[in-house]
């Protein structure tokens, strides 16, 4: 069974920065894409940013210029580095990996993200 751990969430103030850690229990070469969504209360779960194999990146409008995402394949990890933290950016964030065969997918747990005004 293939696992997704989130950690890195915290209560940050406007402005702040976070970086979220997403780490796989197998190889992330494995992975056709692996991504960041977030969800707030009352709200449908969106994309936040998402890297593919070959190492394109794509990202929402609402955080291109403040959050970047990247990977450490030595690590099975991929990271959501998020600066000029605003209150709306509040959520829980969720890592995403996509196999390769259609269909098949995981999820991490979530990880909480409060940005306080």
């Known amino acids: 069974q293939v696992q997704l751990v989130e950690s890195g969430g915290d209560l940050v103030q406007w402005g702040g920065s976070l970086r979220l850690s997403c780490t796989a229990s197998?190889?992330?070469?494995?992975?056709?894409?692996m991504a960041w969504y977030r969800q707030a209360p009352g709200n449908e779960r969106e994309l936040v940013a998402e890297?593919?194999?070959?190492?394109?990146?794509n990202y929402a409008e609402f955080v291109k210029g403040r959050f970047t995402i990247s990977t450490d394949s030595a690590k099975d990890t991929v990271y959501l580095q998020m600066n000029s933290l605003k209150p709306e950016d509040t959520a829980t964030y969720y890592c995403?990996?996509?196999?390769?065969?259609?269909?098949?997918?995981?999820w991490g747990q979530g990880t909480q993200v409060t940005v306080s005004s």
């Open positions: 995403k990996a996509d196999g390769f065969l259609r269909g098949i997918e995981f």
């Open positions: 197998i190889d992330i070469a494995r992975f056709k894409t």
């Open positions: 890297v593919t194999y070959g190492g394109n990146t």
